[in-house]
């Protein structure tokens, strides 16, 4: 079992639709948390950035983490066709700060 | 400021050859990354050189090496290359990783192992 688990997708959903994306994890000892994006032929990007558990909202992505539940979610409010991507979750344990990536969720939003 | 670049963005090579990738950090960062990417696994880290030395390793075979130069430019090499290594390469760069600073990836290098 891999430490950190993604349903690969792909996820398809109308214009303007709220999405979710998630990660679960097995290591209690991850204490950041990241979103990547990475769209077709390019690397990833960071999206998103959170410390221990809680919300943090940028625009219209918000970022949850629940570590009782060890599981990381990504919304993002009124999809659009421009956020079709592969959604990458990462994560840190404390003192280190090489991430474990999952192996990322296929987004595609159609007009 | 210019990204991260790598080159050769495509590659292929047979079984048994060897291959070296390099990789461009963006101006003034000093922390290269390198990682693997496949369908299966997923994004993986292979190793970490900050001011040329090499600070962290993933769990690769020695088939995979790497070096960093003092312009901070980062090479990577891979021996007697396996069906197995064709993956996505990719490289990052950060003003200093260690201290929680951002990483920005290059777009990779597309390795096809024959």
């Known amino acids: 079992q891999k430490e950190v688990e993604q349903d690969p997708g792909p996820l398809s959903v109308p214009e303007g639709a709220i999405v979710s994306l998630n990660c679960t994890y097995s290591?209690?000892?991850?204490?950041?948390f990241m979103w990547y994006r990475q769209y077709s032929r390019k690397g990833p990007e960071l999206l998103m950035y959170?410390?221990?558990?809680g919300n943090k909202e940028d625009g219209r992505f918000t970022a949850q983490v629940d570590k009782s539940s060890k599981y990381i979610s990504l919304f993002i409010r009124d999809s659009q066709p421009s956020d079709s991507a592969t959604y990458l979750c990462?994560?840190?344990?404390?003192?280190?700060?090489?991430?474990?990536f999952g192996r990322g969720t296929s987004l595609i939003v159609h007009p | 400021k210019a990204g991260v670049t790598q080159t050769p963005r495509y590659l292929i090579k047979t079984r048994g050859q060897q291959v070296t990738l390099s990789c461009s950090p963006i101006?003034?960062?000093?922390?290269v990354s390198w990682y693997q990417q496949t369908p299966g696994q997923g994004l993986q880290f292979l190793f970490e050189?900050?001011?040329?030395?090499?600070?962290n390793k993933g769990n690769f075979p020695g088939r995979f090496s790497g070096r960093q130069f003092s312009n901070s430019r980062s090479e990577m090499n891979v021996s007697t290359l396996e069906l197995g290594d064709s993956a996505l390469y990719l490289c990052?760069?950060?003003?200093?990783?260690?201290?929680?600073?951002?990483?920005?990836f290059g777009p990779g290098t597309r390795l096809l192992v024959l």
């Open positions: 990052a760069s950060s003003l200093n990783l260690a201290r929680g600073e951002t990483q920005y």
């Open positions: 290591n209690s000892a991850f204490q950041y």
């Open positions: 959170t410390y221990s558990s």
């Open positions: 990462a994560m840190n344990v404390g003192g280190s700060y090489i991430p474990t």
């Open positions: 101006s003034g960062h000093r922390s």
């Open positions: 050189y900050f001011s040329e030395t090499q600070r």
